[in-house]
């Protein structure tokens, strides 16, 4: 018995392949239609030489293609290679020979960008399926590098294959791979076996109680016992958190709901049009446009029951808004990384004050450690490293010295340790401070940037803020805050000063402004902080003390 994500997903399509699986606008899939389409494309790949173990990328927006590419990768035990669709060609340069995938499904509007970067970089690339497009055939690229790789259309590679369910058994060393940005450096390989993934990211442990499932089928079976929860993902399929609410959904018998773009107040229509139950977004970055469209349209969200945000920055005053809104349905904050999987998650309760991420009630495999690997006291307010036990990645891909730094053993117990500081309160609870790489060392006292945006949100004038260091003669570096304001506000030190030090000590507190009309992140949501650092180097602040 092996618990991989095609399996899992098999097993719903076999109990369950009349219900609508995916919908985006007037397309749907039923799980019938999923199972074949991605049965076809699998002997594609399989026709293009992929074996077990075989990278496989897929460059694509939240499609319906995208879902049944993901699903056909799994069912050949390839792995799949996600890319980040506003890579410029140097990082994806980076992605394609670092994965060393052998077949790229793309979108046919990257095909220029594809094209470019196959002529600058040496893979090992003979493939391309490409999604969309107007023309009678998919364009070819150019250059001798280029020259050879066999170009064939996503549906023209459906037509030609079989449809049968005809793959080798599949195996518990199975692997997921998900290439992670982060806030800083290159992006990296997280290697997981499919069950270690399934079990912290997709209900192989229960979310309330942490009792694995033991049952391969029991997943599917009490969706097909049950009623369909309609999920929809916001985040773009790049970021692990979105693929693995679309797994979830898949697993039990679920329908997702996918569109290409974000919209703050075209998320309002799409959950009144498909009737969604569950939204998934990546804290403020999502959150707080999307909450501020609602306030000012008129929008039928009455099929809602949650809102659950993990990955990103979701602050106390954007959650209540949401609380205030949706009284009746519950505001899921969780924390989780590309190498921890889940963490611990916590339901908002209107009016509480916290900073930083949230404070979770952690599952039994989340701890907080000292740097000799010892548990910090609880309530003694003692900063620690967020770690996690049990299912864990297996490494960084083609990385070794990164992957023995942040998968380490202690005491005979095998760690990850993603980089995040921590505190473990007197209730068991876990508050977040932040990633230790962009910490602030202001005097000797270490500042983590999250936790000084959430208290800046605070302000009203704030709409979205990031927070860096920069070089201090006295002190090494002190707190500076690039700051988009609401409506082009731009409020002063003072009184943004005033907010900070209701939440946080005097040290913590901003002592330079920047002004920009738009903070910079990733498509998930994640702060970019070097383009921060940048904007604060390339020019003198507009207000500093």
């Not at 790229?104 to 391309?128: M, P």
């Not at 569950?278 to 609602?294: K, L, Q």
């Not at 993603?418 to 473990?424: K, Q």
């Given at each position: 018995?092996?618990?991989?994500?095609?399996?899992?997903i098999?097993?719903a399509?076999?109990?369950m392949?009349?219900?609508?699986?995916?919908e985006?606008?007037?397309?749907?899939?039923?799980?019938?239609?999923?199972?074949?389409?991605a049965?076809?494309?699998?002997?594609?790949?399989?026709?293009?030489?992929?074996?077990?173990?075989?990278?496989v990328?897929?460059?694509?927006?939240?499609?319906?293609e995208?879902?049944?590419?993901?699903?056909?990768?799994?069912k050949?035990?390839a792995?799949?290679a996600?890319?980040?669709?506003?890579?410029v060609?140097?990082?994806?340069?980076h992605?394609?020979t670092?994965?060393?995938?052998?077949?790229?499904?793309?979108?046919?509007?990257?095909?220029?960008?594809?094209?470019?970067?196959?002529?600058?970089?040496?893979?090992?690339?003979?493939?391309?399926?490409v999604i969309?497009?107007?023309?009678?055939?998919p364009?070819?690229?150019?250059?001798?590098?280029a020259?050879?790789?066999?170009?064939?259309?996503?549906?023209?590679?459906?037509?030609?294959?079989?449809?049968?369910?005809?793959?080798?058994e599949?195996?518990d060393?199975d692997?997921?791979?998900l290439?992670t940005?982060?806030?800083?450096?290159?992006?990296?390989?997280?290697?997981?076996?499919?069950?270690?993934?399934?079990?912290?990211?997709?209900?192989?442990?229960?979310?309330?109680?942490?009792?694995?499932v033991?049952?391969?089928w029991?997943?599917?079976?009490?969706?097909?016992?049950g009623?369909?929860?309609?999920?929809?993902?916001?985040?773009?399929?790049?970021?692990?958190?979105?693929?693995?609410?679309?797994?979830?959904?898949?697993?039990?018998?679920?329908?997702?709901?996918?569109?290409?773009?974000?919209?703050?107040?075209?998320?309002?229509?799409?959950?009144?049009?498909?009737?969604?139950n569950?939204?998934?977004?990546?804290?403020?970055?999502?959150?707080?446009?999307?909450?501020?469209?609602?306030e000012?349209?008129?929008?039928?969200?009455?099929?809602?029951?949650?809102?659950?945000?993990?990955a990103?920055?979701?602050?106390?005053?954007?959650?209540?808004?949401?609380?205030?809104?949706?009284?009746?349905?519950?505001?899921?904050?969780?924390?989780?990384?590309?190498?921890?999987?889940?963490?611990?998650?916590?339901?908002?309760?209107?009016?509480?004050?916290?900073?930083?991420?949230?404070?979770?009630?952690?599952?039994?495999?989340?701890?907080?450690?000292?740097?000799?690997?010892?548990?910090?006291?609880?309530?003694?307010?003692?900063?620690?490293?967020?770690?996690?036990?049990?299912?864990?990645?297996?490494?960084?891909?083609?990385?070794?010295a990164?992957?023995?730094?942040?998968?380490?053993?202690?005491?005979?117990v095998?760690?990850?340790?993603?980089?995040?500081?921590?505190?473990?309160?007197a209730d068991?609870?876990?508050t977040m401070?932040?990633?230790?790489?962009?910490?602030i060392?202001?005097?000797?006292?270490?500042?983590?940037?999250?936790?000084?945006?959430?208290a800046?949100?605070?302000?009203?004038?704030?709409?979205?803020?990031?927070?860096?260091g920069?070089?201090d003669?006295?002190?090494?570096?002190?707190?500076?805050?690039?700051?988009?304001?609401?409506?082009?506000?731009?409020?002063?030190?003072?009184?943004?000063?005033?907010?900070?030090?209701?939440?946080?000590?005097?040290?913590k507190?901003?002592?330079?402004?920047?002004?920009?009309?738009?903070?910079k992140?990733?498509?998930?949501?994640?702060?970019?902080?070097?383009?921060?650092?940048?904007i604060?180097?390339?020019?003198?602040?507009?207000?500093?003390?």
């Open positions: 018995m092996a618990f991989t994500i095609a399996d899992l098999e097993h399509v076999d109990l392949p009349e219900r609508v699986a995916l985006s606008g007037e397309l749907s899939r039923t799980y019938a239609d999923l199972e074949e389409r049965n076809r494309l699998a002997h594609a790949l399989l026709d293009a030489g992929v074996k077990p173990g075989d990278a990328g897929l460059y694509s927006r939240n499609t319906i995208a879902v049944e590419s993901m699903l056909a990768i799994f050949v035990r792995v799949m996600n890319v980040n669709f506003r890579y060609e140097a990082e994806l340069e992605i394609f670092d994965s060393g995938m052998t077949v790229l499904i793309h979108e046919d509007h990257y095909t220029d960008r594809v094209c470019n970067t196959l002529q600058n970089c040496s893979t090992s690339i003979t493939h391309r399926i969309g497009g107007s023309g009678d055939s364009r070819e690229c150019g250059g001798e590098r020259q050879g790789v066999v170009v064939q259309s996503f549906e023209d590679a459906i037509a030609a294959s079989s449809a049968e369910r005809d793959f080798s599949r195996a060393d692997l997921y791979l290439y940005g982060g806030t800083t450096g290159k992006p990296k390989g997280v290697v997981w076996r499919q069950e270690d993934v399934w079990r912290v990211l997709g209900g192989g442990i229960d979310w309330y109680s942490g009792e694995p033991a049952d391969e029991q997943l599917a079976k009490a969706g097909a016992e009623g369909q929860l309609v999920r929809f993902p916001v985040p773009p399929f790049i970021h692990g958190g979105s693929q693995w609410a679309i797994f979830q959904s898949l697993f039990a018998g679920g329908k997702a709901v996918v569109y290409p773009d974000f919209d703050a107040r075209q998320v309002w229509q799409i959950i009144e049009r498909h009737g969604v569950v939204v998934f977004i990546t804290g403020d970055a999502m959150g707080r446009p999307m909450i501020e469209a609602f000012a349209g008129d929008y039928d969200a009455s099929t809602l029951v949650s809102v659950a945000s993990s990103a920055l979701f602050s106390p005053t954007v959650k209540d808004r949401y609380v205030a809104a949706f009284p009746n349905a519950v505001i899921v904050d969780a924390i989780g990384s590309s190498e921890t999987g889940f963490g611990g998650m916590s339901v908002v309760v209107k009016g509480e004050s916290h900073v930083g991420a949230p404070r979770v009630k952690a599952d039994p495999e989340t701890h907080v450690l000292r740097a000799d690997g010892t548990a910090v006291e609880p309530g003694s307010g003692e900063v620690g490293m967020l770690a996690r036990s049990g299912h864990v990645p297996l490494c960084y891909h083609n990385d070794p990164k992957s023995a730094a942040t998968f380490v053993d202690y005491a005979g095998r760690f990850s340790l993603p980089g995040d500081f921590a505190t473990l309160e068991g609870t876990i401070l932040g990633r230790g790489s962009v910490s060392n202001s005097g000797g006292e270490k500042v983590f940037p999250e936790e000084v945006e959430a800046l949100k605070g302000h009203p004038d704030v709409f979205d803020v990031s927070v860096v920069i070089p003669e006295r002190f090494g570096q002190r707190v500076a805050a690039v700051i988009a304001g609401r409506d082009g506000a731009r409020p002063s030190l003072a009184g943004l000063g005033e907010v900070v030090r209701t939440e946080l000590a005097g040290y507190v901003p002592r330079a402004l920047w002004f920009v009309d738009e903070v992140r990733s498509p998930a949501g994640k702060p970019d902080y070097r383009w921060a650092a940048s604060t180097d390339s020019r003198p602040a507009d207000e500093a003390e």
